[in-house]
């Protein structure tokens, strides 16, 4: 079963394909934050992403790249012990080390987005491979992820599904 048909029967998911999902995404802090839910989903489900969001937006600063780039010992420990987020220490460092990653990409091309357009049109394994050499905790899975959750990458959803359209229409990089 497609997404595009499984969120019919899931009102949490169906908010998140009919209004995100495929569509692009150009604030730096919001692209930020999908790829921490895509990081932090990763051997979880997606719906456990959703039902945490809200609670990572506030563990995480409001997913603000500056401030997470700042993130001392201490501010590891508190997430460490914050039942509403995934606890993983991997996924936690690796939040901290992105978004000190993303204040170099951002000094150098101005914005997380403007990287992104840089870098577009690629495949999929190019876009692992920069991923990877960029980032932590950015495998294959992750990245296609969350490169068709922007629209970077197709399939985010089948050509009979009322979204494809506007979420193509979204893409004009």
């Not at 839910?37 to 500056?66: C, H, P, T, V």
């Not at 997430?79 to 990409?105: M, V």
Request: charged share 25%; proline share 3%; hydrophobic share 40%.
């Amino acid at each position: 079963m497609s997404y595009c048909e499984y969120v019919k029967s899931h009102p949490l998911h169906k908010a998140y394909h009919d209004t995100e999902y495929g569509f692009l995404i150009t604030d730096d802090n919001a692209l930020f934050e999908r790829l921490l839910l895509e990081i932090n989903q990763a051997g979880l489900s997606w719906d456990l992403m959703l039902k945490k969001r809200e609670s990572m937006r506030s563990a995480y600063s409001g997913f603000d790249i500056a401030t997470i780039a700042s993130y001392t010992e201490a501010d590891r420990f508190r997430l460490k012990s914050d039942p509403g987020i995934i606890r993983n220490s991997l996924k936690i460092n690796a939040a901290i080390h992105n978004a000190q990653q993303l204040q170099l990409i951002i000094k150098e091309y101005g914005s997380f987005f403007a990287w992104l357009k840089h870098y577009h049109p690629q495949d999929k394994p190019a876009w692992v491979k920069l991923f990877k050499k960029t980032f932590k905790f950015t495998g294959g899975e992750i990245v296609g992820e969350f490169l068709m959750s922007i629209g970077f990458l197709s399939g985010a959803h089948e050509r009979s599904c009322p979204f494809y359209q506007p979420a193509k229409e979204s893409f004009q990089v």
